[in-house]
Nanobody, 118 residues
Framework: QVQLVESGGGLVQPGGSLRLSCVASGTGFFINTVDTMGWYRQGPGKQRDMVAT???????SYSDSVKGRATISRDSAKNTVYLQIDSLKPEDTAVYYC?????????WGQGTQVTVSS
């Protein structure tokens, strides 16, 4: 019954900013207690790659492609994980997926489209 629902995607001009949200639901599922929450993306003709992750303890990691431009954060009270990306580039265009790892299970959201274009 675990569900991850992303939102916040859309069309944005290069240099703009976007904040994506991932709301987690499910009995006994709390984002601050799972092993890892993360954001992945898959651009046209590309593999799905990690963008950012945050561990149970709050440690964050970022891919080189977004380091310095992206911030992953969470609001435990809202069971929500966020991804803020600034200075967006056309190469950021992709479907962004929320991922959770708990008890050796991997859960994925349905994805939200981000298009960076002028």
């Amino acid at each position: 019954q675990v569900q991850l629902v992303e939102s916040g995607g859309g069309l944005v001009q290069p240099g703009g900013s976007l904040r994506l949200s991932c709301v987690a639901s499910g009995t006994g599922f709390f984002i601050n207690t799972v092993d890892t929450m993360g954001w992945y993306r898959q651009g046209p003709g590309k593999q799905r790659d990690m963008v950012a992750t945050i561990t149970r303890g709050g440690s964050t990691s970022y891919s080189d492609s977004v380091k310095g431009r992206a911030t992953i954060s969470r609001d435990s009270a809202k069971n929500t994980v966020y991804l803020q990306i600034d200075s967006l580039k056309p190469e950021d265009t992709a479907v962004y997926y929320c991922r959770a790892v708990a008890y050796q299970y991997v859960y994925w959201g349905q994805g939200t489209q981000v298009t960076v274009s002028s």
